[in-house]
C-alpha cells in the first residue's frame, strides 16, 4: 500500500528537500512506531515564510441575520437554550465556532423581562449593544445598564448574567469572546451559578462612575483595597463619551495613516487593554477619509456603529453600513473607507492584539505599492 | 573650655545611653579630628521613635496674601523679577524656602497681556488657578489654556512658560514645586530657553483633549511613537470633569473615613502619580461631613477650591474657605470638617507621596481614641 | 438527506438542551447559508466543565529512539534535510506535530565539524544537551560551548545556527520550541541568513559570563544600553551551577510537595520566565521522594537528566531513567517519584506556564484523597 | 535695624535682578509677618544653574581609624552603647551625621561572644565586613555567617542584630544606612525587639542559598509564597562569587570608560537594586587601568576591597589602599586609577542612585577635555 505520509520540499537552500526513496519510507514508518517522525518531511509546513491564516475574510450582514436572531425568540426557551444567539462562523474555522482566529462572537436577542442564568468562565467576555432599551449586565453583583453602542465587559473568572427590564424593548447585541483561544490552550472551565441568579450589591452602574474619569482615580477603592484584577475594573464603556473623545481626538491628530482617528479603550488602573487576551478599540473615520493598507499578526472583527463605508480585504472589497460584522484574519491586508463625504463612520473592534504582545508576537507591515492602496481582485 | 558637645541618651534598653567622662570627652576630640564621630552620642536623635516633622501646620489666607500679591505687579517688573511669586514660608523651614516639608509653593500674579519667560529645571512643578481669565501655560510647545480650578503640570526638564491673554483678566494662581527637594537631593539644573520664549507647535489643549478621556486612550500618540516619560502626557486637568467625576464618586462609595470622596489625579498612561514626585488630589466633603482622624508620612499642601470648613491638625483647628491654603506636615495628625449642612466643599491637595511609595516609607495610622476625633489643644 | 449536524445536549440547569425538529432542522440550513450556526447546538461543546486535553500522556524512551536518530546522519545530508531531526509526536497532535499541547519537541544529530545553516523565526526555541561534546550555537553572533544538560536558548526573531567542532564527538540534543503555538496563533514568519552562516563577534559564551551570576548583574551592558529584549540575555544555563543551586536550595527548604526541591531558569534582567512563551526548570527528587499529586493548566514536557524513577500521570505510570522524554498535558494529574534510595533523581521540564501566566489562566489544584496519591488504572 | 535679609540677584535675562529698595523693603517685611517672601529674592539661590553639593570629597583612612574602632570597645560596653560605632561624618554633613550627601556610614567593631540587641526601623541597612572572622547577622529569623569583603542588608522595617560567635575573631565592618535621607523625608521609624534578641527559624545563610544561584530562582519560596517585599529576598552577597563574576565580565566586556569592570549588586526577583533606596556595587580595576572622568547626581561612598590606587574627585587626587573609604558627592567630576600594574583593584560602593533613578533625577555628564582627565588642583 502506497503511503499517504506528505513530504513537504522546498527547492531554497536552508529549507528541508529531501526526496522520498523506500529506504527512508521503511524509516518513517518505524518512527511513526514510536510516536515519533522525521522533521524534514514536515519542517516547511510547520515553518512557514509567513503566516497564512485559516480564517477567510468575511462580512456579516446585519439586514441578513437581523430576523434570524429574532426568530430564535419563538423558536427556543432561554431554559432550554441558555442563551438564544446565533454564532458567526468563518467558513475555515468551523471546527471552533470561531468568526476569526480564535474569536468567537454571536448575535444575542432578549426581550423585555427575560434574564439569563448566571455563570462564570475561563473565557473572557465583552457585549457591544446593537439595538433594543433596557439591556442590563451584573458582574460580580455590579448591574449596569446598557444603551446602544456600549460596550461592556464579564472578564474571565466573574459571575455574570444578562437581561432585558420589563419596561424595555427587545434587545440584540453582539457577544464577543476568546472562547476558542482558552479552549484551544486548554484553560476552560465552566460553572453555573449556584442560585441562577445572583444579588446585585453595589449601586447601579458604580464601576464606571468610580473608574470612568479622565485623568482621575479613586483615592480609596469603593470596593476596599487596591484593584489588583489582571482586567478592567471600569465594566460599562459607554457611547457618549467615546464618541466625544473621538471628536476630541479629531481636533488635535491626524491620527494614523491606516486607521484614522482611533482610541483603544483600556484598564485604567494600567493604562493596559481592557483584559488580558482582548483589545477593543473604536475608530473614527472622517467624512471622505480613504485609509492606507497595512496588515499586521492577530485577528481582528470589526462592527459598523455608525455611518457607512467599506473595506478591502486582501484585495477583495466589503461594503458595510451600520451594525455589519466583518473579520480581518492575522496578516491580512486592510484599508478602511468612509463612503460619505459630509458623515463620520465609526468601527467598533474587538482583537487579539494583547494576545499578540503579551507573548512578542505582534508585527506590522505597510502595503508599500500603489499609493498604499491594493488592487482590487475580481 | 567645655565641650559644646551634645551627648543624646536615653534610659531604655537598646538605646544609647553612655554618660560624659573626660576620658570619653578625650576620645570624642580625637575622632573629631578624624571627620568622625561616636555613634552613641547621637544615635537616639537620628534614629527617632517616630518622625517628627520640622514643619508647623499653617494656615495662609487669602484674604490676607492677596492684596500683597496684587501690588508685586507695582512693584516690580517681570523682566527684573522673572516671576512676580508671593511664596508661602513655613516658619520651620525658612531655611528651604518650603511651605512644608520638602515642598515649595507659591502665589504667582500675571496681568493680561504679560508672559514670562520660558526656561526648564529638574524640579517639577505644577500650577493651579485661583482667579481671573485668560491664562494659559506652554509646556515643551503645546498650549494650554486655563480656567478656575484648573490645574496643570510642568513637569522636569520640560520648556515652560506662562501668560495671561491681551483679552483676560488679572490672575492669580498657586504654583507648587518639588524645589527644596530636588535641591537637597542636590540634583536641581536650570536653564533659561534660548528665545525666552517658545514656539507653540500643537493644537491648544491637543493633550487633554487626547489623553483626558475617561477609559479610552490614542491608538497612535498624537506625538507619534509610545509616551514613555516618567510624567503624565495629560498636562492639563480642567476642573468641570473633576467635579463631576467626585459628583458620580459620591452616589456609588462612602468614600474614605479619613477624607470623604477622593480622586487621585493620575497619568493615564500608568494609572500612577501624575509626576514622579509630586501626587496631586480633589476631595469633596459633603454636607455635614466631618472626618476622622489619622496620620501619615509624607508632606501635604491643600487648598479650598470650593466651600468652606475646618481642619483640625495636632489637635489645632484652623478654619479655612475658598483659596485658602493650609499643610499637614508629616505623621501629623489631620481630620477635615465641611463647615456647611448645605453645600460641599472642596479641598485640592498636592503631596510627595508618590516619594513615600517609591522609597518604601510610606505609613499611615488611625487615630483610635475618642470616637477616631482630635482632642483641640487651646 | 439527514443532517449529520451535532447537537450538544445537557440535561443540567443553565446548560443547553434543546431537542432537534424538522423546524429547527431547517432553521439550522438557513443559518448555515448565513456562515452562522445556533449555539445552543454547540454551546456544551464549547465551554466544557474543565479542559480536556487532545494530548495523551506519553514517555519516549531513550533507548527506543537514540539509534533511529544516529541513523539520520546516514540517510540524509544536512543540506538535503536542513536539520536531522527525529520530532516527538503525540497521538492526540499529530496534525500540529507537537509532543504535548502546543510544544513541538525533537531529537537532532550532529557529527563533528557538521554545521546547520543560520536561520531565524518568531517560534522560539530551546535545547538540551544529551550527549556528545564539542556542540556550540551562536545566537546574534554570540557563540556558546554546550556540554552534557546544559540549556540553550535561541528565543523569537534571533539568527542562531548549531555546530559540533572538529574535534568534538556526535552530539544528540532536544529541541524545545513553540512552534505549534505561534502557527496557531498565526504569527510565525521564518528567514534563512543571507550567509547561511553568521560571523561571532563576541567573545566565546560572553552573554553567561555577563548575566549569569548570583545576585549581580553587569553595571555596564557588555553590548552597550540597557537590555530590553522580552527574553534573557543569559542565553546559556549550565548544567554544574544549575544543580549545585539544587543541592544549596535542599539544604535550606523542604521544596514543593508536588516537585520537591525546583527551580525555574529566568531572565536575570527582570526575574521573569526566559522566554515569553516558554517557561523551564530543573527539579531534584531527593532519594527516596515521591510527591504528591496535583493538575494545573498548561502543558509540560520532561527529561529526565539524572537518575531515574516514575511519575504517575492520569493514573497511568511511566518508569523513566536518564534520558527519556515524558509529557504532561494540560490539567493532567501528575506525581513523580525518585526509584533511588540512595542517589537523587533530576528532571528537566519546559512548558507554556508564562503563556498560562500573561493570559491569565493558570489554575492549579491539589489531588485530596488518598492522602494526595492517584490510584492507578490498569 | 538694617534687616539681614539676602537678596540673590543675577544680571542674566530670565533670572531675578531687583534691587533692594526702602519701599520693596518695607513690603518684605510685611510678607514676613504673614510667613511669605517674595520669590524673586530667593529664586536665584533655590533655582541654582546645576547641584553644588554640600558635601566635601573625602578621603577615611582605615590606619587612621581602626585604632579608635577598637578603643570603643574598652571605652563603652554594648549595654550602655547600643552599638560600637564610629561614624564619619563628612565636613559639610555634620549636620545631619551623613558621610556624603544622605548617606551615613560608620565603622563597627564587635568582640567574639559579643551580640548586639535586635531592632527596626525605617532606615534600610548594609553592612560591608571588614576584618575579624564568626561575624553574622540576623534577618528577620534568616541567620548569615559573613567573612570578609561579604555584603549584606538589612532592609526598612526588617528584625536585624548583629554579633560575633564565641570562637571567632574581633571583627570591624563597615556599616551603611539611608538614616539621613529617611529623616530628612521625616519618615523614620524605630522599634527595639521586646525580647531584645530574636529567634532564628531557618537553616544558616538560607536566603542566600535559595535566591543566589546564577539565572535561577526557587520555583516555590522556601518562606511560601510569592515574594513581595521592596528589597532583595537575598540577603548575604558573598565575596567570593562576586569576585569571579568580575573576572568573568572582564573576559568578555571592555567595561566601562569611567568605572572599568563594574557590577551592580541586584534583588534577584526583579533585577533592580538590593533596596529601594540604596544601589551597591562592586568593581575592578584592571592592572594599570585609569578611568576617564564623568558625574552624575548622587552620592557615593566607596571602600576600597582589594589592592590600591587612586580617585581624582573635583580635581583633587585621593590615594587609597585596602579598607580606606572615600565619598565622591553628587555632580563632582571623579575618576578612578589603579597603580599596580600587575595586580587589580576592588572597590566596593554604595549610593542613593535607586533614588535618584526613582524619581527621574539621573542625569550624567563626561569631561570631555584632556583626554577625559581632570586636570589636578594643587
Same mark, same amino acid.
Given at each position: 500500500? !502506497?503511503?499517504?505520509?506528505?513530504?513537504?520540499?522546498?527547492?531554497?537552500?536552508?529549507?528541508a528537500?529531501?526526496?522520498d526513496? !523506500?529506504?527512508?519510507?521503511?524509516?518513517?514508518?518505524?518512527?511513526e512506531?514510536?510516536?515519533?517522525?522525521?522533521? &524534514?518531511?514536515?519542517?516547511?509546513?510547520?515553518e512557514?515564510?509567513?503566516?497564512? $491564516?485559516? $480564517?477567510?475574510?468575511?462580512? &456579516?450582514?446585519?439586514?441578513?441575520?437581523r430576523?434570524h436572531?429574532?426568530?430564535?425568540?419563538?423558536?427556543?426557551?432561554?431554559?432550554?437554550?441558555?442563551?438564544?444567539?446565533?454564532?458567526?462562523?468563518?467558513?475555515?474555522?468551523?471546527?471552533?465556532?470561531?468568526?476569526?482566529? &480564535?474569536?468567537?462572537?454571536?448575535?444575542?436577542v432578549?426581550?423585555p423581562?427575560?434574564?439569563?442564568?448566571?455563570?462564570?468562565?475561563?473565557?473572557?467576555?465583552?457585549?457591544?449593544?446593537?439595538?433594543?432599551?433596557g439591556?442590563?449586565?451584573?458582574?460580580? +453583583?455590579?448591574?449596569?445598564?446598557?444603551?446602544?453602542?456600549?460596550?461592556?465587559?464579564?472578564?474571565n473568572?466573574?459571575?455574570?448574567?444578562? +437581561?432585558v427590564?420589563?419596561?424595555?424593548?427587545?434587545?440584540?447585541?453582539?457577544?464577543?469572546?476568546?472562547?476558542?483561544l482558552?479552549?484551544?490552550?486548554?484553560?476552560?472551565?465552566?460553572?453555573?451559578?449556584?442560585?441562577?441568579?445572583?444579588?446585585?450589591?453595589?449601586?447601579?452602574?458604580?464601576?464606571?462612575?468610580?473608574?470612568?474619569?479622565p +485623568?482621575?482615580?479613586?483615592?480609596?477603592?469603593?470596593?476596599?483595597?487596591?484593584w489588583?484584577?489582571?482586567?478592567?475594573?471600569?465594566?460599562?464603556?459607554?457611547?457618549? !463619551?467615546?464618541?466625544?473623545?473621538?471628536?476630541r481626538l479629531?481636533?488635535?491628530s491626524?491620527?494614523?495613516?491606516?486607521?484614522?482617528?482611533m482610541?483603544n479603550y483600556?484598564?485604567?488602573?494600567?493604562?493596559?487593554?481592557?483584559?488580558?487576551?482582548?483589545?477593543? $478599540?473604536?475608530?473614527m473615520?472622517? !467624512? +471622505?477619509?480613504?485609509?492606507?493598507?497595512?496588515?499586521?499578526?492577530?485577528?481582528y472583527?470589526?462592527?459598523?456603529?455608525k455611518?457607512?463605508?467599506y473595506?478591502?480585504?486582501?484585495?477583495k472589497?466589503?461594503?458595510?453600513?451600520?451594525?455589519d460584522?466583518?473579520c480581518?484574519?492575522?496578516?491580512?491586508?486592510?484599508?478602511h473607507?468612509?463612503?460619505?463625504? $459630509?458623515?463620520?463612520?465609526?468601527?467598533?473592534?474587538?482583537?487579539?492584539?494583547?494576545?499578540?504582545?503579551?507573548?512578542?508576537?505582534?508585527?506590522?507591515?505597510?502595503?508599500?505599492d500603489?499609493?498604499?492602496?491594493?488592487?482590487?481582485?475580481?
Amino acid at each position: 500500500m !502506497p503511503s499517504t505520509r506528505q513530504n513537504y520540499r522546498e527547492d531554497v537552500a536552508g529549507r528541508a528537500n529531501v526526496e522520498d526513496s !523506500p529506504e527512508l519510507d521503511a524509516y518513517y514508518n518505524e518512527l511513526e512506531q514510536l510516536s515519533a517522525g522525521a522533521l &524534514w518531511t514536515v519542517a516547511n509546513k510547520i515553518e512557514p515564510w509567513e503566516p497564512k $491564516s485559516e $480564517s477567510v475574510p468575511m462580512i &456579516w450582514r446585519y439586514n441578513d441575520l437581523r430576523d434570524h436572531v429574532l426568530r430564535s425568540v419563538d423558536l427556543v426557551t432561554p431554559e432550554k437554550a441558555g442563551r438564544r444567539v446565533i454564532y458567526l462562523e468563518n467558513p475555515g474555522r468551523k471546527e471552533v465556532a470561531a468568526a476569526v482566529g &480564535w474569536i468567537y462572537s454571536g448575535l444575542q436577542v432578549m426581550h423585555p423581562g427575560e434574564c439569563a442564568s448566571a455563570h462564570r468562565h475561563s473565557a473572557s467576555a465583552l457585549r457591544f449593544i446593537m439595538e433594543g432599551s433596557g439591556a442590563y449586565t451584573i458582574v460580580d +453583583g455590579h448591574k449596569m445598564t446598557l444603551g446602544r453602542n456600549d460596550f461592556v465587559l464579564t472578564p474571565n473568572g466573574t459571575w455574570h448574567e444578562h +437581561g432585558v427590564s420589563e419596561d424595555g424593548a427587545p434587545c440584540i447585541w453582539q457577544d464577543g469572546l476568546d472562547i476558542p483561544l482558552v479552549n484551544c490552550l486548554e484553560a476552560n472551565f465552566y460553572e453555573v451559578h449556584p442560585d441562577l441568579s445572583q444579588a446585585t450589591n453595589y449601586p447601579v452602574d458604580d464601576m464606571t462612575k468610580a473608574w470612568g474619569n479622565p +485623568g482621575l482615580t479613586p483615592a480609596n477603592s469603593p470596593l476596599g483595597g487596591a484593584w489588583d484584577k489582571p482586567y478592567s475594573p471600569m465594566f460599562k464603556y459607554e457611547w457618549e !463619551p467615546t464618541y466625544e473623545a473621538l471628536s476630541r481626538l479629531a481636533d488635535t491628530s491626524d491620527g494614523s495613516p491606516y486607521d484614522g482617528i482611533m482610541m483603544n479603550y483600556i484598564n485604567p488602573v494600567t493604562g493596559g487593554p481592557v483584559m488580558p487576551t482582548t483589545g477593543a $478599540s473604536m475608530q473614527m473615520l472622517r !467624512p +471622505g477619509e480613504k485609509t492606507k493598507a497595512h496588515r499586521h499578526t492577530g485577528s481582528y472583527l470589526y462592527q459598523c456603529s455608525k455611518g457607512s463605508g467599506y473595506s478591502v480585504i486582501n484585495g477583495k472589497k466589503f461594503e458595510w453600513s451600520e451594525r455589519d460584522i466583518f473579520c480581518v484574519p492575522s496578516w491580512a491586508w486592510h484599508e478602511h473607507a468612509n463612503a460619505s463625504d $459630509s458623515e463620520d463612520a465609526c468601527l467598533f473592534c474587538f482583537n487579539d492584539l494583547p494576545v499578540m504582545r503579551a507573548l512578542g508576537l505582534y508585527r506590522e507591515e505597510a502595503f508599500g505599492d500603489n499609493g498604499g492602496h491594493q488592487p482590487l481582485i475580481d
